[in-house]
């Protein structure tokens, strides 16, 4: 098989999301422009070239390039580098854990034409997707009638590409070097999650700032690409980081044997418990929870330990920088960001751990165990359980795990921020964070659900991931849209996070209704998966 054909086969089913990526957030590009001309433009323009550029509106632009600055630069940002990460993880761990690695080499096929038609296969990717945003902001811009002034749309894709391509490398270097697919995309999430935080943490306080140049994140981040133009030396870093570490990863992947060996009878390659044997093992439940225990563990420790309790250390000490940062920025730039209330226990935490880490870290997880579903069917090893257990059986134990994971995570990360309110002696009640955590979970559970849904009507590793992207990043992106116009309108109930969010429970507790409204909803899809699971034949 030559090189090329590994290539076209690598970059064939990666198309389909790329191109979901691109009009999905060109689609809310529009819609964000269209709501920012509801904005009060004259505040904007009284505002110093300082404060514009934090905003993200470079000299001479429009206020609608705020748009820009969140959708593309932000959003478009973690969502290019989290499916740089899904691909480089997928590319050679992935094809090693569904066994299809070693009947590819077993073709005249050498471990390095795998590796350097893999490696162009994520940089097709990557570069694909930028190349896509860049026209579609270019489009955008000509439609609305959009005055661009100094925005430098062509560096921020550039930018954008070499930030997605080192998460890639990161996730594609670890599933190399060690064959594990889990441990590649958790590491890559964590750098992408991590880093994102961190570059915007850091700069806050002087006795940290220094820092934040050694998070990548922030040689993507800081300064804003679209004001300031591309920084060479930055780039190269990128570069330089992802050359190395793909470098890295594919040596380790010539010399090492693969983790795959040679398939076992199919009676061993059952669960212990699902083994013709007089003796009980664990259930199908515990089975499927100690396949996910290396993601929780990652993922929990992240959340009770750093964005959990060392946000109120840090809070204790960045207070007087949050406070001057609240009373310098109008009150509409900082409500774009979420930051409204950035100078309170409550507006630091919602800002930073619950607006968006933590909904990703629970949605990822359930999302992972309804992704294990799909794949397991795509891999033919459903077709060694159901003999010895029922469809419906195994379903529950897929819905059962699903909720335990999400609601354990839910309810780990609130702990985490009730220790780190007690450590950094600030005014949060429990009630509250209590409050917080319910509504955490339950978007958890109905992003999750979706998932759910998708792997047992498709039976579709991709359709399954890309049902919770789509309802997941793109209804963040539309409360992003609403921040940016006034008022409340009807079509943001179309979002989870409205459902989530809105009511601000860490600040003013509970609101059951909402939390209601996604419990329901997670029910309703999750009875709608049983009769379409049981009735559909399996993929051949």
């Not at 889990?182 to 890559?188: N, T, V």
């Not at 870290?361 to 992704?371: E, Y």
């Not at 702990?415 to 429990?430: E, K, Q, T």
Request: proline share 5%; with cysteine.
């Amino acid at each position: 098989m030559s090189t090329l054909a590994l290539i076209q086969r690598g970059i064939r089913p990666r198309l389909l999301p790329v191109a979901t990526i691109v009009v999905s957030l060109l689609a809310l590009t529009c819609l964000g422009l269209w709501m920012s001309r509801s904005l009060d433009a004259a505040l904007y323009e009284s505002l110093p070239e300082a404060m514009l550029a934090v905003a993200g509106i470079p000299v001479g632009a429009g206020i609608e390039v705020m748009a820009y600055s969140q959708m593309i630069a932000f959003v478009g940002a973690l969502a290019a580098a989290g499916h740089a990460v899904a691909v480089g993880s997928d590319l050679i761990a992935g094809e090693e854990q569904d066994r299809t690695l070693p009947m590819l080499l077993a073709h005249p096929v050498s471990r390095i034409q795998v590796v350097g038609a893999r490696l162009v296969t994520l940089i097709a990717t990557v570069t694909l997707t930028a190349l896509g945003l860049w026209l579609g902001s270019r489009a955008a811009a000509w439609l609305f009638g959009v005055e661009l002034g100094q925005a430098h749309l062509g560096a921020l894709a550039v930018a954008l590409g070499a930030n997605a391509l080192f998460s890639g490398a990161v996730s594609f270097g670890v599933g190399a070097a060690t064959g594990n697919h889990g441990l590649a995309a958790g590491i890559g999430g964590a750098v992408v999650l991590l880093g994102w935080l961190l570059a915007g943490l850091l700069p806050m306080s002087s006795h940290t700032e220094h820092l934040a140049d050694l998070i990548p994140w922030s040689w993507y981040s800081r300064p804003q690409v679209i004001v300031g133009g591309l920084d060479g030396g930055r780039l190269a870093l990128l570069l330089g980081g992802a050359a190395l570490l793909v470098v890295l990863g594919g040596t380790r992947f010539l010399t090492r044997d693969l983790r795959s060996t040679a398939p076992a009878p199919w009676r061993d390659r059952l669960p212990r418990w699902l083994r013709p044997s007089h003796s009980r093992g664990p259930s199908l439940t515990g089975f499927l929870l100690s396949r996910r225990r290396t993601l929780f563990g990652i993922t929990a420790l992240v959340m009770v330990a750093l964005m959990g309790v060392l946000m109120g250390v840090m809070f204790e000490q960045m207070a007087p920088q949050l406070e001057s940062m609240v009373e310098t920025m109008p009150p509409q730039v900082l409500q774009v960001f979420g930051a409204t209330d950035m100078a309170t226990p409550a507006g630091f935490y919602w800002a930073e751990t619950l607006s968006l880490s933590a909904p990703a870290a629970v949605i990822t997880l359930g999302v992972a165990v309804a992704h294990g579903l799909a794949a397991d069917e795509r891999g033919r090893r459903l077709a060694m359980l159901l003999p010895a257990t029922s469809r419906m059986r195994l379903l529950g134990a897929t819905l059962s795990t699903q909720v335990v994971l999400v609601t354990a995570l839910a309810v780990l990360t609130g702990l985490g921020i009730w220790a780190g309110a007690r450590l950094g002696h600030l005014d949060l009640p429990v009630t509250h964070i209590a409050s917080a955590t319910l509504h955490l979970a339950a978007l958890g559970v109905f992003v999750s659900a979706t998932a759910f849904l998708a792997a047992a009507a498709s039976g579709r590793p991709a359709v399954t991931i890309w049902t919770a992207v789509v309802v997941g990043v793109g209804g963040h992106a539309l409360e992003v849209v609403r921040a940016m116009g006034p008022g409340d309108p009807l079509w943001a109930r179309l979002s989870p996070f409205h459902w989530y969010g809105s009511s601000r429970p860490l600040h003013d507790g509970v609101a059951w209704g909402h939390v209601a409204v996604l419990l329901i909803g997670a029910a309703l899809l999750w009875a709608l998966s049983f009769p379409l699971f049981q009735r559909r034949d399996l993929r051949k």
